[in-house]
């Protein structure tokens, strides 16, 4: 996920520097946040910049969704802490991520924690790969087993544990411009680890644009090629792929897009995964799911969703990258 933010980082420099000579206050912010790194665009007519309400706003929502502070909303849930308040970033994000398993048939699961951790992508340490009980564990996983009663959650098995980062990221971007629109600012760009919302123009008037990386496997980000630009305009778009987060054990790949229904990590054609989506929250997830589910059953949603854009990256049988575009997406590339 670190990663993930280099190309907007770029153009974000350029908006930074070339609206010095414009009239327009355009400010641009970034910093480190949620284990990642964030970098925002706005233009705002009063003075002073939002700094300081940004960073508390995504303070206050890395309190509910992070796995990796012992007192956030979510770690009490996994802790089976009996006094824990729901607040409202975690109801909204078990809703959503609800529907979007059933619609991706379990692809997407936030019960994937115990997997995650195991095979080494998540909050605790991982085990041998050839000694993860993957059986034992799966009967600990399943969006099934969980439901929200009365404002608690209740677990068919207190072992149950949630893991937000397949969609915590796009919800924190979403939190961050409905903030920027609560001022009434209708011209930014918000970016945190890769995820992105874009609404309005930048300070040359022209829409936004962004860089789809080619899946290139290297963890360290020193080989990195751009594969298409597309302009995001009043929308959100996540991207993700298994060419940045894996390692390499007993001359095997383990990639960290873990499948829970089967409990293993995935291995098919399918290399990356562009989403674009109305809000970021929603991209962020499918984006997930569409690397679970592969190249045919993301289609199938895809193109049975007019709210979903997508730009997948994959192999054919020789090896060669091939892409597939939905029509719409089409229409958002730079030529």
Sequence with gaps: MRIRFNFVLLIAIVVFTSCQNNSKEY????????????????????????????????????????????????????????????????????????EISKVTNGAFDMTVAPLVNAWGFGFKNKLDPEMIPVD?????????????????VIKSDPRIMFDASAIAKGYGVDV???????????????????????????????????????????PSTMSREIQDVIQLENSALATSGNYRQFYIKDGKK???????????????????????????????????????MGLEESIAIVENDSLLEAYFIYTDSVGNYKTYRS?????????
């Design 27 to 98: 400010y641009f912010d970034e910093g480190p946040i949620f284990g990642t790194f964030y970098h925002i665009v706005y233009e705002y007519s009063n003075d002073a910049n939002l700094h300081d309400e940004i960073i508390a706003k995504m303070v206050e929502f890395d309190l509910s969704l992070s796995t990796y502070k012992p007192h956030s909303v979510i770690s009490k849930v996994n802790n089976n802490d009996s006094t824990v308040v729901l607040d409202e970033y975690f109801l909204k994000v078990m809703k959503r991520a609800d």
């Design 136 to 152: 034992s564990l799966l009967e600990v996983v399943g969006y099934t087993k969980v439901q929200l009663e009365a404002g608690k």
């Design 176 to 218: 961050v411009a409905d903030f920027l629109e609560s001022k009434e600012i209708m011209n930014y760009m918000v970016e945190i680890g890769g995820e992105i919302r874009a609404k309005g123009k930048n300070n040359k008037g022209r829409i936004w644009r962004v860089g789809i990386d080619k899946p290139i496997d290297d």
């Design 254 to 292: 383990y990639a960290h897009t873990i499948d829970p229904r089967i409990g293993y990590p995935v291995q098919h054609s399918l290399l990356s995964a562009t989403v674009v989506a109305p809000d970021c929250m929603s991209a962020d997830a499918y984006a997930t799911s569409f690397m679970v």
């Design 327 to 335: 029509e719409k997406i089409k229409d958002l590339i730079v030529k």
